[in-house]
């Protein structure tokens, strides 16, 4: 049973910065993509980060290049989202992922085969 548990989100005004962490247990965790997605009200969900665990690349949204930084701690199955210059637009449910398939699906690229979410935290910016 894959269980994937997010922390960190929470409120923060536009320049600050929040990491969110999310740990993930019950499935192989190498070579696998593991990452972030979000969704804000009304809007479709879309990807946010993505790391392969299985070597490192890192993969990106353009909307937050330069601003967010994903890494993983192999030992603890646990990848983590360090968000700086946070803006209004980034406030969404922020939601961990784990997948077989294409990391770049976070960038709008390749597809999923299959994947399995966490619950979410909130990212609340002003």
């Known amino acids: 049973h894959v269980q994937l548990v997010e922390s960190g989100g929470g409120s923060v005004q536009a320049g600050g910065s929040l990491r969110l962490s999310c740990a993930a247990s019950g499935y192989t965790y190498h070579g696998h993509c593991m990452g972030w997605f979000r969704q804000a009200p009304g809007k479709e969900r879309e990807g946010v980060a993505a790391?392969?665990?299985?070597?490192?690349?890192?993969y990106y949204a353009d909307s937050v290049k330069g601003r967010f930084t994903i890494s993983q701690d192999n030992a603890k199955n646990a990848v983590y989202l360090l968000m700086n210059s946070l803006k209004p637009e980034d406030t969404a449910m922020y939601y961990c992922?784990?997948?077989?398939?294409?990391?770049?699906?976070?960038?709008?690229?390749?597809?999923?085969?299959?994947?399995?979410w966490g619950q979410g935290t909130q990212v609340t910016v002003s």
């Open positions: 992922a784990v997948w077989a398939g294409a990391c770049t699906v976070v960038a709008g690229t390749g597809s999923v085969v299959a994947r399995h």
């Open positions: 790391i392969y665990t299985g070597g490192g690349s890192t």
